[in-house]
């Protein structure tokens, strides 16, 4: 059974920052592409970054260059830094896995997520 705990979600003024940490167990870890999604009330849930078994990354276009994405195999765990926290970066955070080969950053692939931590942004 796969298990997903997401951590670090918090309150934080306009510019901040917070990191999001993803606990894993249960699965070949390495083998899996791993995603950070978000939903904000009211609207869709959407890919904010993702990586490979490899260790490539993308992102969405609307957290480049603030956000990072990354994965400590041995750990189990997989990491969000976001820095220059915006109001409109506030939403639930979900981290999510699905077995490896092509990792696009939508939801799709992913067959499993995590409980969400909340993230939310005051200006």
């Known amino acids: 059974q796969v298990q997903l705990v997401e951590s670090g979600g918090g309150s934080v003024q306009a510019g901040g920052s917070l990191r999001l940490s993803c606990a894993a167990s249960?699965?070949?870890?390495?083998?899996?592409?791993l995603a950070w999604f978000r939903q904000a009330p009211g609207k869709e849930r959407e890919g904010v970054a993702r990586i490979d078994s490899d260790g490539s990354t993308s992102y969405a276009d609307s957290v480049k260059g603030r956000f990072t994405i990354s994965r400590d195999n041995a750990k189990n765990t997989m990491y969000l830094q976001m820095n220059s926290l915006k109001p409109e970066d506030t939403a639930m955070y979900y981290c999510a896995a699905g077995l490896g080969g092509y990792c696009p950053l939508s939801s799709w692939k992913y067959s499993y997520w995590g409980q969400g931590t909340q993230v939310i942004v005051s200006s």
């Open positions: 249960g699965y070949a870890y390495n083998k899996y592409c």
